[in-house]
Antibody
Framework: QVQLKQSGPGLVQPSQSLSITCTVS????????VHWVRQSPGKGLEWLGV???????DYNAAFISRLSISKDNSKSQVFFKMNSLQANDTAIYYC???????????WGQGTTLTVSS | QIVLTQSPAIMSASPGEKVTMTCSAS?????MHWYQQKSGTSPKRWIY???KLASGVPARFSGSGSGTSYSLTISSMEAEDAATYYC?????????FGGGTKLEIK
């Protein structure tokens, strides 16, 4: 069955960076894109970016200067990195598989991030 | 970016009651998608391409709409339907989500 499992730290200091790995199973990264979405009480669900099956990326313009998404198809892993974190980046970060047309059909369990000194 | 406004923000329904929640887009969109989220869990695909039920979603759920107005309807409320429902569009970049409708059981 399709699964996305996330790993990454829960606490980061201000100005530091966040790295999360999304390891997928049940499908190939050469066939599906993987998105990153975050959820916070203040801003709700926000789409951050996507890495497509061919390896190209698209980013939300609001985060493009400090966001990077890459992948290793052979390891079925997608890598998310966001720099220059501030307190308002505190949120739950999700990876999610691209659905058939324009939605997200399977989601990871989420990585709860707190940005605090 | 397209702003999605969901209403009501919070609602409650009795078992067996018909439930309708709406999602209004600031510009016309081609399709609307819906997710169900229960406390402490990830969102789940619930309705996609406006009216298609995701795998495992009970037939009492339905979706409809076009242009700037979309809705999710439950024909007969059940306790397990209590959750927060989010709409989402990707007719234009970036994809955006509504603020959610929290549905509670009376």
């Amino acid at each position: 069955q399709v699964q996305l499992k996330q790993s990454g730290p829960g606490l980061v200091q201000p100005s530091q960076s966040l790295s999360i790995t999304c390891t997928v199973s049940g499908f190939s990264l050469t066939s599906y894109g993987v998105h990153w979405v975050r959820q916070s009480p203040g801003k709700g669900l926000e789409w951050l970016g996507v890495i497509w099956s061919g390896g190209s990326t698209d980013y939300n313009a609001a985060f493009i200067s400090r966001l990077s998404i890459s992948k290793d198809n052979s390891k079925s892993q997608v890598f998310f990195k966001m720099n220059s974190l501030q307190a308002n980046d505190t949120a739950i970060y999700y990876c999610a598989r691209n659905g058939g047309r324009s939605d997200f059909d399977y989601w990871g369990q989420g990585t709860t991030l707190t940005v605090s000194s | 970016q397209i702003v999605l406004t969901q209403s009501p923000a919070i609602m409650s329904a009795s078992p067996g009651e018909k439930v309708t929640m709406t999602c209004s887009a600031s510009s016309s969109v081609s399709y609307m998608h819906w997710y169900q989220q229960k406390s402490g869990t990830s969102p789940k695909r619930w309705i996609y391409d406006t009216s298609k039920l995701a795998s495992g979603v009970p037939a009492r759920f339905s979706g409809s709409g076009s242009g700037t107005s979309y809705s999710l309807t439950i024909s007969s409320m059940e306790a397990e339907d209590a959750a927060t429902y989010y709409c989402q569009q990707w007719s234009s970049n970036p994809p955006t989500f509504g603020g959610g409708t929290k549905l509670e059981i009376k």
